[in-house]
């Protein structure tokens, strides 16, 4: 009986496990958020195309540019912006943690210049920088933001969770 119930235990403990994937960052507060970000907009997302970098995929994808919000340049129409991962060919890579930027959506992004490649924009704090505007028929429009995989670490912070208070919250920091 004993080596029955240690077998079912073992059988249980393997069919139970699963791997777990997390990418850990540093909670960032919006004033962080705004700070560390050269440019905040809202923008929709178009085209992508991923593609190999020495022994890594990046995606990159056209945003074109609704509303500018914090930074220069107001007159800018599309931005490049870069993530981690994608799938070339029939290879891809997948970085938990990074912003899932979809074509058609909107999107508040936070961005900061790519080092060394002054057309391309990165998302700020990963997926924390990424608040996806919902569509909805309502006065109210709802964000949010997908952190799906990304485990913050620190103090817990609270955002806004419709545009009009987001963009409010963030032009006031921005004046700071």
Not at 24 to 34: G, P, S, T, Y
Not at 155 to 165: A, I, K, M, Q
Request: aromatic letters at 6%.
């Amino acid at each position: 009986m004993r080596h029955i119930l240690t077998s079912m235990l073992l059988l249980g403990l393997c069919l139970g496990s699963t791997t777990a994937s997390a990418t850990i960052a540093r909670q960032a507060n919006l004033k962080e958020l705004v700070g560390l970000s050269d440019r905040v907009l809202v923008g929709t997302i178009g085209a992508r195309e991923s593609y190999w970098e020495g022994t890594r995929i990046y995606t990159r994808v056209e945003v074109s540019v609704d509303e500018h919000w914090v930074g220069p340049n107001q007159q800018a129409t599309r931005l490049a912006v870069t993530t981690l991962g994608g799938i070339v060919g029939e290879i891809g890579q997948q970085v938990v943690g990074t912003p899932k930027l979809t074509r058609g959506n909107q999107f508040v992004l936070f961005l900061k210049r790519a080092p060394q490649k002054s057309n391309e924009w990165l998302v700020v704090g990963m997926a924390q920088g990424a608040f996806q505007i919902k569509p909805t028929q309502h006065t109210i429009t709802p964000v949010q933001r997908n952190l799906g995989g990304l485990a913050l670490t620190g103090p817990r912070h609270v955002f806004p969770t419709d545009l009009v208070s987001l963009k409010r919250q963030v032009m006031g920091v921005s004046h700071d």
